[in-house]
Nanobody
């Protein structure tokens, strides 16, 4: 069992940066793939980025590639999402999720979810 808690969201102007954190409990967290997703009202949860268990393989949505960076520190049981050059269209609730298998952009293939953190980018 893995519990996930996101933090680091907030209000930022377009062009600014935020770093989200996903803190996990559970001894086996270092063996899990972790993904970041985002969701706005009335829309399906959207894949943002994923990282494999040891952090040497990452995967990004086209909309964020080159602006966002996913990383992890297994000693701290934490995954990060560094978000630079933020745009108003990045506004959403951001969720982290974990699964035991290979990285995937499909939200329904993740087993554990955090409660989400709001990111708002003003123009």
């Amino acid at each position: 069992q893995v519990q996930l808690v996101e933090s680091g969201g907030g209000l930022v102007q377009a062009g600014g940066s935020l770093r989200l954190s996903c803190a996990a409990s559970g001894r086996t967290f270092s063996s899990y793939t972790v993904g970041w997703f985002r969701q706005t009202p009335g829309k399906e949860r959207e894949f943002v980025a994923a990282i494999n268990w040891c952090g040497d393989n990452t995967y990004y949505a086209d909309s964020v590639r080159g602006r966002f960076t996913i990383s992890r520190d297994n000693a701290k049981n934490t995954v990060y999402l560094q978000m630079n050059s933020l745009r108003p269209e990045d506004t959403a609730v951001y969720y982290c999720a974990a699964r035991a298998g290979w990285r995937t952009p499909r939200f329904y293939e993740y087993d554990y979810w955090g409660q989400g953190t709001q990111v708002t980018v003003s123009s």
